[in-house]
């Protein structure tokens, strides 16, 4: 059973066009939870980590928040340079590594 | 302060052979991790080393090893390597709860 699911797969949006992308997780006792932008060969590029329920963070167009079960990361007006594959992993004990969800790839369309 | 740098940047293996990759980690972080990202899909996690010791590992058989120097940089080797080992190999190095990842190897088993 996947521990983090990412939702949609894919997104498609006119440049301007806000939206939100999804991840839901089913672990207990999170100890952080991690949004990763990457671009197509390229290492992930970390934005940002959010701790507990209701923490929000924003990063110019990018808005992280979380409840219990999933965070949203929500893009107001995007850019084409916005486009990439967006990557959520969580942490959810000591020293434990990040169990990554599969992706959302975004696409602005100018 | 450099980040993490992976080398090679690309690599074609026959398959049976053996490969060796390396990372030098982001200065000051004592922790590095091995993730193998397949086409599409999220980085998947193979092992951990904090201070010269393995310290967590994923669902990999035992061709996949690894090491870490004093310096925290580290080595990826695989044996006997198969088609299915074709990915992009990232490294990710950590001090407490902040995670970089370096920009990958690509290795393509023909």
């Known amino acids: 059973e996947d521990q983090v699911t990412q939702s949609p797969e894919a997104l498609r949006l006119q440049e301007g066009e806000s939206s939100s992308l999804n991840c839901s997780y089913t672990?207990?006792?999170?100890?952080?939870l991690f949004w990763y932008r990457q671009d197509p060969g390229k290492g992930p590029e970390f934005l940002f980590t959010l701790y507990s329920a209701g923490e929000e963070k924003e990063k110019e167009r990018l808005k992280a928040t979380l409840t219990k079960k999933e965070s949203f990361l929500h893009i107001t007006a995007p850019k084409p340079e916005d486009s990439a594959t967006y990557l959520c992993a969580v942490r959810y004990s000591g020293n434990t590594p990040l169990v990554f969800g599969k992706g959302t790839r975004l696409s602005v369309i100018a | 302060e450099t980040g993490v740098t992976q080398s090679p940047t690309h690599l074609i293996k026959t398959r049976g052979q053996q490969v060796t990759l390396r990372c030098s980690s982001q200065?000051?972080?004592?922790?590095v991790s091995w993730y193998q990202q397949a086409l599409g899909q999220g980085p998947q996690f193979i092992f951990q080393y904090y201070r010269e010791e393995e310290n967590g590992r994923g669902n990999f058989p035992p061709r996949f090893s690894g090491l870490q120097f004093p310096n925290y940089s580290s080595e990826l080797n695989v044996n006997a390597l198969e088609l299915d080992d074709s990915a992009l190999y990232l490294c990710?190095?950590?001090?407490?709860?902040?995670?970089?990842f370096g920009s990958g190897t690509r290795l393509t088993v023909v």
């Open positions: 990710a190095s950590s001090l407490d709860h902040g995670y970089t």
């Open positions: 200065s000051g972080h004592n922790t």
């Open positions: 672990v207990s006792g999170l100890r952080g």
